[in-house]
């Protein structure tokens, strides 16, 4: 996929993330005219605000036979009803999805390489065994009341293992101690909770993969990433159970434990599927490899 944007344009600190991490990893257009699509280089915090802006770029995008690439980090749902737009953002609703939006992965804030590597973290893989995993969990449980009543259930059932903060990312996220303390318990545990917040998704799914470790993710009305692109076999790596049905979540650990019980090297087989593909270079090879489809 090649796209065409102007460095000077690019004022926003997310998409400047993204020009430097994702895009540099594609070709870069010399004009619009000569690629596939033109990036938006705004954030789009709200949908709707950002909606007549995001509609006159594409126009002009339009007007040279091009999409415009909408990249939105954000808890909105509000779908981004813009024609002539490719958009991939972090959250939204399966039941108001429009057609041109995709999940944005997030690609960035892995577990760093030095803690992964530790030998400290190394545990034995619980579905070898008969005991019931270990559940862990940082970070605040009022962001959506579908959090709070997870965690709730989950201390009821199953032993777990929670650093609850009152804040999100204990209000200091880029305090070392603050990030550190966070993966210590992705480690330390056999499942980390991966259940919506303000917005509708989980940076979880994301960091617990990186950590080669399971994530329980809890759905409601979610869309997975690369749904419908990429053939990712996600009860490979992870419990997955719908938020209408959380009285089967023992069930689903044990179907995952059997299926589990089959491969050689659990940790490394999350760590694969992370690696393949919720990295910023794997995201950017995505892009390219699935032009087309994007596209068409």
């Known amino acids: 996929m090649r796209l065409f944007w102007n460095d000077a344009d690019l004022r926003d600190p997310f998409i400047r993330t993204i020009a430097d991490t994702v895009l540099t990893h594609l070709e870069r257009a010399e004009s619009p005219g000569t690629g596939d699509a033109v990036l938006y280089p705004h954030d789009v915090r709200d949908s709707r605000v950002s909606l007549p802006d995001i509609v006159e770029h594409a126009e002009r995008a339009r007007r040279s036979g091009r999409r415009l690439l909408v990249f939105q980090l954000s808890d909105s749902t509000v779908p981004i009803a813009s024609p002539n737009t490719l958009v991939f953002r972090t959250s939204m609703l399966r039941s108001k999805r429009l057609p041109h939006e995709h999940v944005l992965p997030y690609v960035w804030n892995a577990v760093p390489d030095r803690m992964r590597s530790c030998e400290s973290w190394q545990r034995p893989c619980w579905t070898r065994g008969e005991a019931p995993p270990i559940v862990g969990f940082c970070g605040c449980p009022n962001t959506h009341p579908l959090r709070k009543r997870v965690l709730d259930t989950l201390q009821d059932r199953l032993p777990c293992r929670f650093l609850l903060r009152d804040r999100f990312w204990a209000g200091a996220p880029h305090d070392p101690t603050v990030v550190r303390e966070f993966f210590e318990n ?111």
């Open 186 to 296: 992705i480690l330390a545990t056999d499942l980390t909770l991966a259940v919506r917040g303000a917005g509708n998704f989980s940076h979880r799914l994301y960091q617990t993969l990186s950590c080669g470790r399971v994530p329980l993710l809890v759905g409601h009305d979610a869309v997975m990433p690369y749904e419908g692109v990429e053939s990712i076999d996600w009860d490979d790596v992870a419990v997955r159970v719908e938020a209408h049905r959380l009285d089967g979540i023992e069930s689903a650990i044990e179907r995952f434990r059997e299926r589990a019980r089959g491969h050689r090297d659990l940790s490394q087989r999350i760590l694969d599927v992370h690696r393949r593909y919720f990295t910023p270079e794997a995201f950017a090879h995505h892009l390219a490899r699935h032009r087309d489809r994007y596209l068409a």
